[in-house]
């Protein structure tokens, strides 16, 4: 991989983690930010005595200060290696994904995090998984392997594996794909991933959005490989773009309950706008 670029995040909710690190826990002890005070024969550690909130109670409770623990997490980028995914009109959104996925392994390892990967379509790809690591060498080598892959076959179902494989311990997810799914499949997958905190990256082509009013089209189905030519028109033009806002509004709306906002992501990704919103409150 040749030039990666640093991308912000900040996990929503409490993770439980065993390592020190830069987010916040659902762990409490002696060090990290403070968090509130507790009765001393509740957390019986006398080096964290308050001693105001001590003599101010009128019934002598002794009181103990508690911080939060600050913790390392596992980040993981579920990579959707479907048909669809190797379309390229602006862009090729397949280099895309797999820039976008090399940058939260560099970004995760940098921060002191885990990054771990998934590819899928049918199933989950044996080649392309990588468990959780610290090592930024494994984590931008087992990108490689993904990059290497040819977005193939008609279904995306392979995301249920891969929420089964991530367990029950809370991750962030990073969820990639163009989301070109059937209805049913996005609420499975969406409720298979609801232990986590899961944020969807949906690339979007500019072509595929807004495509010209006049002109001839050659469509091509990435799943069947059938051809066929469309005559564009300003009627035709604002049904696809209704079609296409109404598939973006779904998408949010499936999401809505279990996990963040989708973030659409035309063409290219511009790392500070993608920073800022996945770091937003």
């Not at 002794?62 to 993981?76: G, H, K, N, P």
């Not at 080649?127 to 193939?152: D, K, Q």
């Not at 051809?227 to 028109?233: A, E, N, P, T």
């Amino acid at each position: 991989m040749n030039t990666v670029v640093d991308i912000l995040y900040r996990p929503r909710g409490r993770f439980a983690a065993n390592h020190v690190g830069a987010h916040t826990s659902s762990e409490v002890g002696g060090f990290g930010v403070f968090r509130d005070q507790a009765p001393f024969m509740r957390y019986p550690d006398a080096r964290r005595i308050d001693l105001r909130a001590t003599l101010r109670d009128p019934f002598g409770v002794t009181y103990v200060r508690r911080f939060e623990q600050r913790a390392a997490i596992d980040v993981y980028a579920l990579v959707d290696l479907s048909a669809s995914m190797g379309f390229a009109g602006a862009v090729n959104r397949f280099q895309v994904a797999v820039d976008l996925c090399g940058a939260l392994a560099y970004s995760a390892t940098r921060n002191g995090d885990r990054f771990g990967a998934f590819g899928f379509k049918e199933a989950l790809i044996d080649r392309a998984t990588l468990p959780a690591t610290r090592s930024r060498r494994a984590a931008l080598a087992a990108v490689e392997r993904i990059g290497v892959e040819t977005p193939s076959g008609s279904s995306a179902k392979g995301v249920l594996d891969a929420a089964a494989a991530l367990g029950a311990t809370r991750k962030l997810v990073f969820l990639i794909s163009d989301f070109r799914w059937p209805a049913q499949l996005i609420e499975q997958a969406f409720e298979a991933l609801s232990l986590h905190d899961v944020a969807p990256l949906v690339l979007i082509d500019s072509l595929e959005a807004a495509p010209p009013k006049w002109g001839v089209l050659e469509l091509c189905d990435s799943e069947s490989g059938r051809r066929q030519l469309l005559l564009m028109r300003p009627a035709l033009q604002r049904r696809w773009v209704e079609a296409e806002q109404s598939r973006r509004k779904n998408l949010a709306r499936a999401s809505s309950r279990r996990s963040r906002a989708p973030i659409f992501i035309q063409d290219g990704f511009d790392a500070s706008d993608l920073s800022m919103r996945l770091t937003a409150a």
